[in-house]
């Protein structure tokens, strides 16, 4: 099996995407792993600083093994990381990326920060991908009333000056991005132009958070002008959440769980293979 660095680095020199979603409970993972399976195209998987501590580090990389052992090639990232401890426990415990995020402080300390992110897992293991982070692109994963305030567009020079000092492995920029959605599809447009810009500059994959909610011409532009990763969770949360209201009304004295859960997990399947098949 592929590690997730080649995955990425055959993904940016061939110009398509590898799609990242995350998960808080078994039937996510089930979900992405067999659209995987099926499709024969990896998928990242990611926990953020609160689903890792819901699912347990050590859980979640030992069912992506196995999932991995099986022949899926599924990977796990650590999503969203504010501190350096968050980003040692999850190298230690074996995740195949981190996310270093320091989008909310000083470029300086972002800088600093995410040095010792790459320093460390470089030395624990050179194969794990680090990214950076860097513009602010707002903080909730769900459906919003409106645009967040604060959003801020990275620049070039930023990008430039980041990449270099900190040696990351993939960068997400804000590009016009947003995490969350906006009810009733008032998502602002993505900046294809400073995508392509930032691109030629760093020459290293970039990632898309936030895209639920973006449209379908614009996540085709933004790969097409140099996103290799992109991650989706807004979408996929909300058709699971309406799949398993659904069920709980449907079967209103069912107390086996996995009767109950298995509505969603086929949401969440449906929803995964869609967003791989139309890309
Ligand atoms: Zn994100």
């Not at 699912?55 to 990232?77: C, D, F, H, M, S």
């Amino acid at each position: 099996m592929q590690s997730l660095r080649d995955v990425i680095s055959n993904a940016a020199s061939r110009g398509s995407v590898i799609w990242h979603f995350n998960f808080s409970e078994l039937t996510a993972l089930k979900a992405a792993a067999r659209v995987a399976r099926e499709l024969r195209v990896p998928i990242i998987m990611g926990l953020s600083e609160g689903e890792r501590e819901f699912v347990g580090l050590r859980t979640a990389v030992a069912l992506i093994k196995q999932y991995r052992a099986e022949g899926v090639p599924i990977y796990l990232n650590a999503d969203h990381t504010k501190s350096f401890d968050g980003i040692k426990a999850a190298v230690d415990a074996g995740f195949d990326a981190v996310i270093y995020d320091g989008a909310h402080a000083s470029m300086r300390d972002n800088i600093r920060e995410t040095v010792r992110a790459v320093s460390y897992a470089r030395m624990v293991d050179p194969r794990i991908i680090v990214e950076g982070e860097l513009g602010y692109i707002g903080a909730q994963s769900e459906v919003l009333e409106k645009v967040p305030d604060g959003l801020e567009k990275t620049t070039v020079a930023d990008a430039i000056t980041f990449v270099k000092e900190t040696g990351v492995d993939m960068l997400a920029p804000s590009v016009g991005n947003m995490h969350g959605m906006v009810r009733g599809g008032k998502e602002p447009a993505l900046d294809i132009k400073l995508i392509r810009a930032i691109q030629k500059e760093v020459k290293i994959p970039l990632v898309l958070h936030g895209a639920s909610g973006n449209s379908d011409a614009d996540i085709r532009a933004a790969i097409t002008a140099g996103i290799t990763v992109i991650h989706i969770n807004t979408e996929i949360r909300t058709a699971w959440r309406e799949k398993l209201e659904s069920s709980l009304r449907d079967m209103p004295r069912e107390v086996a769980p996995y009767k109950l859960l298995s509505a969603g997990e086929g949401a969440l399947y449906e929803a995964i293979q869609e967003k791989i098949q139309r890309y």
